[in-house]
Structure formats: C-alpha cells, structure tokens
Nanobody, 125 residues
Framework: VQLQASGGGLVQAGDSLRLSCVAS????????VGWSRQAPGKEREVIAA???????YYADSVKGRFTISRDNDKKTVYLQMNSLKVEDAAVYSC????????????????????WGQGTLVTVSS
C-alpha cells in the first residue's frame, strides 16, 4: 500500500485542522492506519491509530483534542485536530500495517511497515 498525507498548514493556537491520508493499492480495509508526528529535535511518535473495525488509540498528548477516522470506500484516514497548541507543530505522517481482524492496534513507530510522506503543521501563538 502507498500512502499520501495532506492537509497541513499554518494555523494559530486554538484553531482546527484536518489531515487526510489517502491510500492506493488493494485491500485497504485490511490495514490498521496510524498518524505519527515528528517535531524538530524530537523523536517520531505515534499519536493516533485506527484498526480495521474502527477501534482507536490516542497518545495522551492529543487525547480529547484529536480524532482519527477512516472511510474505507475512499481509502482515506482522517485526523481531525482541534484546539491546536504550539507544541503540536510537527511533520505529520501516516503509516499502515496489515493486520488480522483481531489484532491489537499498532501504537509504536516500529509497528508500522508502510509510510507516506509527511505534511507540515505549523502552529503560531
């Protein structure tokens, strides 16, 4: 599967932004998909993931503010980001892992096998 992230931009603190991750290839519904981010000088971290059946994972830093969702017909996963903070600024990338239906959600960078290019999110104060 190939992934393409988009939707980044420059926003002010408190604003909202929606990122999209469009996949190409077959059997998208057999993949768990996650969003990660990497800020300058920091390690990449997985901040959200969604499984085949719609189960979700959120890192504590974004819980309650970000929402991940998927539309299998469009082969797209979204990341709705609300109440953005300056510390949310980073390059956001989407990633995928082929999983069986009962598998636990991938939540670490090393769990994912497929990565797309990132999209830059800048948050000004």
């Amino acid at each position: 599967v190939q992934l393409q992230a988009s939707g980044g931009g420059l926003v002010q603190a408190g604003d909202s932004l929606r990122l999209s991750c469009v996949a190409s290839g077959h059997s998208f519904n057999r993949y768990a998909v996650g969003w990660s981010r990497q800020a300058p000088g920091k390690e990449r971290e997985v901040i959200a993931a969604i499984g085949r059946s719609g189960d979700t994972y959120y890192a504590d830093s974004v819980k309650g503010r970000f929402t991940i969702s998927r539309d299998n017909d469009k082969k797209t996963v979204y990341l709705q980001m609300n109440s953005l903070k300056v510390e949310d600024a980073a390059v956001y990338s989407c990633a995928a892992k082929h999983v069986i239906l009962s598998a636990s959600l991938p939540t670490r960078v090393d769990d994912f096998g497929y990565w797309g290019q990132g999209t830059l999110v800048t948050v000004s104060s």
